[in-house]
């Protein structure tokens, strides 16, 4: 090939870095010319089926818990508040309390109502675990949204303007940055619980939401100001200023589609995190209040009850680890279908 060429004349490797089977498909005519970044990503993350499986699972986790009021009203017929603690269930056709004298739940019936069984109040634990990931997703999901929003917006404008605006952005990102998350998170998040701000008091799911999204806002502001830095400098952007474009025009119409790729890859990463950190603030009591069920609530509950009642912790404890690692390595596998390898190697 015409590169191979002057890699040997010049000593400088300018291949464009793509796997071996791309190029071969390229060469043998499989791949049209002009084939866009965004179709080769798909076509690296299609061959990942480690990647593709773990997202698949995490989409059958996120629809399992969509249908918890399915569930709950055509199955197990109540609903995650209600108690059942002076009630009998039927197990091995035997009349059971839900709850005995001293305080222990069933454990898992495997059927019907109490599936998983119940907790020290009598309530479903299957019934919960659907709705705790619910609340887990949903705050995770708008934490990520806030996060990714506010962080592309200072990450830009401090990269784009530079000067006293950078300074001030850069210095307010660094005082978020130097708490440690939970630290900070569990501040945030009892002071909003206790005093609030407008809608954001009591036991809201909205406040382990922004306060998730606002304590990573600077892990996702700074890389993208670092990209922006450098590619302000670029020829693109002088031409966009030549041809009288606005700063705002520049940053959404040249800089911001070049920073599509670093923004999906930091999707799955930020929701990883923050499905991860409200289950910790929950936990905490910092998070998601009682009585609204969620993951982290849950194994903090269940903890009370070891080692009579250990399925109340291994049944939540379980499902964040499986969502966070499936996320994790979905997000691994697109960060690796993103990266185009295009680089300059110099041999020595």
Known sequence: MAIDRVTEATGTDFSSGLPDELLREEEEGKLPPGTGPYKLAWRRLARNKGALAFGGVFLLIAAICLLAPLYANNIAHTGPNDTHITEQIIIDGKPTYVVNTIGLPIGPTWHGKFFLGADPEGRDEAVRLLYGGRNSLEIGLVAMLLTILFGVIAGMIAGYTRGFVDGVLTRMLDVIWAYPVYILGVALGVSLAVGGIGPLHGNSLMIPAVVIGFVYIPYVAKPIRGQVLGMRQREFIDAARVQGLSDLRIMTREILPNLAS?????????????????????????????????????ISEGVRNIPASIHLVIVPGLMLVITVLSINVFGDGVRDALDPRAKVRVSH
């Open 262 to 298: 670093t923004i999906i890859v930091f999707v799955p990463l930020i929701l990883a995190n923050a499905i991860l950190l409200e289950a910790g603030l929950s936990f905490l009591g910092a998070g998601v209040q009682p009585p609204n069920p969620s993951w982290g609530t849950m």
